[in-house]
């Protein structure tokens, strides 16, 4: 494997609680939510890596860390084998931007397309001032606008043409990387895959590498090189896109393939991932954290150690944290529905 452009190890954010909620779980003084608790994680210029998992696992959060968004409370994150610092210098904070969820709530409503890209042309000096009107023009033509939308509030978009806006303001400071937080989930079914298309074009055209944060599995299926799912703080299983959709390794990334709708006669169209809900990521399960919700778990090992994510012993690049992960060639509690959906 190439030498990864970004790199991620032992990252955690953990926000202190006080009062209310920790509480009334524990009965006295609150500790600690646990956002993002000891992740791993390599992408390597050029690629899409997919970060997949259910609500509230931290995706967003570890997100947020890699763009400098959130001091991490532990960890550390080198891009381009230099360590990240929290103050992170205005050049270094140029080359990874983000793409936020919601297009409508990230931009200002009260300025234009054209004020808001000239607004970050002009604080990190991108280009001449003559020069800015003319690279605004050439922002919204890679990402399919017509000059006219520069002198459009958000308000007259759609939600696919607010977050091409969006995408756009991300590319005016010219990034190397771009973390594109659930880019689509807001929008229509009609434009998501238009949306995703550009992504793709725009990775081709400018050379990027992009982190893809979504819940989607069919999403990430469509568009990244490579996958990680993250239960609980924690990245539980990471390979290439293929291998993860034809030989799932661990119970969760299982679930989550098995909740891709699909249209297959006799069978429900939409299953749930995974039963049970998540716990608490205040009071965390000990050992595997998924032992709770687990099919395969087996007391009182998957209760007390909490498994490595390793690889395989003939699959160096497919990393899993299971304790059962690297049975038998296909675990005997693969769904036969997740067989359906690939």
Same mark, same amino acid.
């Given at each position: %494997?190439?030498?990864?452009?970004?790199?991620?190890?032992?990252?955690? %954010?953990?926000?202190?609680?006080?009062?209310?909620?920790?509480?009334?779980?524990?009965?006295?003084?609150?500790?600690?939510?646990?956002?993002?608790?000891?992740?791993?994680?390599?992408?390597?210029?050029?690629?899409?890596?997919?970060?997949?998992?259910?609500?509230?696992?931290?995706?967003?959060?570890?997100?947020?860390?890699?763009?400098?968004?959130?001091?991490?409370?532990?960890?550390?994150?080198?891009?381009?084998?230099?360590?990240?610092?929290?103050?992170?210098?205005?050049?270094?904070?140029?080359?990874?931007?983000?793409?936020?969820?919601?297009?409508?709530?990230?931009?200002?409503?009260?300025?234009?397309?054209?004020?808001?890209?000239?607004?970050?042309?002009?604080?990190?000096?991108?280009?001449?001032?003559?020069?800015?009107? /003319?690279?605004?023009?050439?922002?919204?033509?890679?990402?399919?606008?017509?000059?006219?939308?520069?002198?459009?509030?958000?308000?007259?978009?759609?939600?696919?043409?607010?977050?091409?806006?969006?995408?756009?303001?991300?590319?005016?400071?010219?990034?190397?990387?771009?973390?594109?937080?659930?880019?689509?989930?807001?929008?229509?079914?009609?434009?998501?895959?238009?949306?995703?298309?550009?992504?793709?074009?725009?990775?081709?055209?400018?050379?990027?590498?992009?982190?893809?944060?979504?819940?989607? %599995?069919?999403?990430?299926?469509?568009?990244?090189?490579?996958?990680?799912?993250?239960?609980?703080?924690?990245?539980?299983?990471?390979?290439?896109?293929?291998?993860?959709?034809?030989?799932?390794?661990?119970?969760?990334?299982?679930?989550?393939?098995? /909740?891709?709708?699909?249209?297959?006669?006799?069978?429900?169209?939409? /299953?749930?991932?995974?039963?049970?809900?998540?716990?608490?990521?205040?009071?965390?399960?000990?050992?595997?954290?998924?032992?709770?919700?687990?099919?395969? /778990?087996?007391?009182?090992?998957?209760?007390?150690?909490?498994?490595?994510?390793?690889?395989?012993?003939?699959?160096?690049?497919?990393?899993?944290?299971?304790?059962?992960?690297?049975?038998?060639?296909?675990?005997?509690?693969?769904?036969?529905?997740?067989?359906?959906?690939?």
């Amino acid at each position: %494997m190439p030498e990864p452009l970004l790199e991620v190890r032992g990252l955690a %954010m953990h926000y202190p609680l006080r009062g209310g909620l920790g509480r009334r779980l524990r009965g006295r003084a609150a500790e600690v939510l646990r956002a993002v608790d000891g992740v791993d994680l390599e992408i390597v210029k050029g690629e899409t890596l997919g970060l997949v998992g259910e609500s509230g696992c931290g995706k967003s959060t570890l997100g947020r860390c890699i763009v400098g968004l959130e001091e991490p409370t532990a960890g550390e994150i080198r891009y381009a084998g230099e360590l990240l610092s929290a103050q992170r210098e205005k050049a270094t904070r140029r080359r990874i931007q983000m793409v936020f969820q919601d297009p409508y709530s990230s931009l200002n409503p009260r300025m234009t397309v054209r004020q808001t890209l000239a607004e970050l042309l002009r604080a990190h000096e991108m280009v001449p001032k003559k020069q800015i009107d /003319a690279r605004c023009e050439e922002l919204l033509e890679l990402v399919g606008l017509p000059a006219r939308a520069l002198d459009a509030h958000p308000r007259q978009f759609s939600g696919g043409q607010r977050q091409r806006v969006s995408i756009a303001r991300a590319l005016a400071l010219e990034p190397e990387l771009l973390v594109a937080d659930e880019p689509v989930s807001a929008l229509d079914v009609s434009v998501q895959a238009t949306v995703l298309n550009l992504l793709d074009e725009l990775r081709e055209k400018l050379g990027l590498t992009v982190l893809l944060i979504a819940h989607n %599995m069919a999403v990430v299926r469509h568009v990244c090189d490579r996958v990680a799912a993250m239960y609980l703080g924690r990245i539980v299983e990471t390979t290439e896109t293929q291998e993860l959709f034809t030989n799932p390794r661990h119970p969760y990334t299982q679930g989550l393939l098995a /909740a891709v709708p699909r249209l297959v006669p006799g069978r429900s169209s939409e /299953a749930v991932a995974v039963a049970g809900d998540p716990p608490s990521p205040i009071d965390l399960p000990t050992g595997c954290r998924f032992h709770p919700r687990c099919p395969i /778990a087996q007391e009182p090992l998957c209760s007390e150690r909490d498994p490595v994510l390793e690889s395989g012993p003939d699959r160096p690049g497919h990393l899993a944290a299971c304790h059962f992960a690297w049975g038998e060639p296909v675990p005997a509690h693969v769904p036969e529905i997740i067989q359906e959906a690939t």
